[in-house]
């Protein structure tokens, strides 16, 4: 009996499945130079009015720290006029800015080309806190305690317990500029007002959408324990949306 001759073996000939072409990887978004300037050592906020001083020391006396009660303070009648600018305050930028499920930062600089003079990290996530904005006003309480001859300047404090609406949330902690703070102050050095979304990959680690809104601030000093931060709606009507208040007592 005779066998067919066996088929010469042909490496070459095995199937081998094809790999697709490797796709090429999306760059990343390039960080821009920082050009930001160096807040300025000499300008002083300016004092505010006998009337929001007296206004800062009630403050201090109503129960806002408790989180079951709510506080309803305004400004003083005629303490905001037609322009929307408080008498005797200074003009600021603030920034809150964050990823929608990491915690949101507030940056204050004194114009939106300078470094921050003040980061603030506070214990509520970015998307909560947009959502909460959406409330007819909103006002942040941060509370440190007074020490016997502390010289510390009331916003160098590095860390407070935090209220919203007179609710406690945790805590806020005042932090350095890191790359990345820079990074988005730097993108955002032409905005004055207004809120949007930056790109998801340009600070690490990404997680999404990178969300902020800006906005002008009156600082008014109340005193060396008390500052207020008072959010100017760009319409200049219906006092501000968003009211931000340190305290050390």
Same mark, same amino acid.
């Given at each position: 009996?005779?066998? !067919?001759?066996?088929?010469?073996?042909?490496?070459?000939?095995?199937?081998?499945?094809?790999?697709? #072409?490797?796709?090429?990887?999306?760059?990343?978004?390039?960080? #821009? !130079?920082?050009?930001?300037?160096? #807040?300025? @050592?000499?300008?002083? #906020?300016?004092?505010?009015?006998? %009337?929001?001083?007296?206004?800062?020391?009630?403050?201090?006396? &109503?129960? /806002?720290? $408790?989180?079951?009660?709510? &506080?309803?303070?305004?400004?003083?009648?005629?303490?905001?006029?037609?322009?929307?600018?408080?008498?005797?305050?200074?003009?600021?930028? =603030?920034?809150? &800015?964050?990823?929608?499920?990491?915690? /949101? $930062?507030?940056?204050?600089?004194?114009? !939106?080309?300078?470094? !921050?003079?003040? *980061?603030?990290?506070? %214990? /509520?996530? $970015?998307?909560?806190?947009?959502?909460?904005?959406?409330?007819?006003?909103?006002?942040?309480?941060?509370?440190?305690?007074?020490?016997?001859?502390?010289? +510390?300047? *009331?916003?160098?404090?590095?860390?407070?317990?935090?209220?919203?609406? =007179?609710? @406690?949330?945790?805590?806020?902690?005042?932090?350095?500029?890191?790359?990345?703070?820079?990074?988005?102050?730097?993108?955002?050095?032409? +905005?004055?007002?207004?809120? =949007?979304? *930056?790109?998801?990959? /340009?600070?690490?680690?990404?997680?999404?959408?990178?969300?902020?809104?800006?906005?002008?601030?009156?600082? +008014?000093?109340?005193?060396?324990?008390?500052?207020?931060?008072?959010?100017?709606?760009?319409?200049?009507?219906? =006092?501000?949306?968003?009211?931000?208040?340190?305290?050390?007592?």
């Amino acid at each position: 009996m005779s066998f !067919p001759p066996p088929s010469p073996r042909n490496p070459s000939a095995a199937a081998v499945p094809e790999l697709p #072409p490797a796709s090429p990887r999306t760059p990343r978004t390039p960080r #821009p !130079p920082i050009t930001l300037t160096e #807040p300025s @050592k000499t300008k002083r #906020p300016a004092k505010s009015s006998k %009337a929001l001083r007296a206004l800062r020391s009630l403050f201090r006396t &109503f129960p /806002i720290l $408790t989180p079951a009660c709510s &506080f309803h303070a305004g400004l003083p009648r005629g303490g905001r006029p037609h322009d929307g600018h408080v008498h005797g305050a200074s003009r600021t930028t =603030g920034t809150l &800015f964050g990823h929608r499920k990491a915690r /949101i $930062t507030l940056a204050i600089q004194e114009n !939106p080309g300078s470094v !921050p003079v003040l *980061l603030l990290e506070l %214990a /509520i996530q $970015t998307g909560k806190f947009m959502q909460e904005m959406g409330s007819e006003h909103l006002r942040i309480a941060l509370e440190c305690e007074k020490k016997a001859n502390d010289k +510390v300047r *009331l916003l160098d404090e590095p860390l407070w317990t935090a209220y919203m609406n =007179g609710r @406690k949330i945790g805590y806020a902690v005042k932090r350095e500029a890191t790359e990345d703070d820079l990074t988005v102050m730097q993108l955002l050095h032409t +905005v004055s007002v207004g809120a =949007g979304v *930056l790109p998801s990959d /340009i600070v690490e680690p990404a997680e999404g959408d990178l969300a902020y809104m800006r906005a002008h601030f009156d600082r +008014v000093v109340g005193s060396k324990d008390s500052e207020s931060f008072y959010m100017l709606n760009p319409d200049g009507n219906n =006092g501000p949306e968003l009211s931000i208040f340190f305290i050390r007592i």
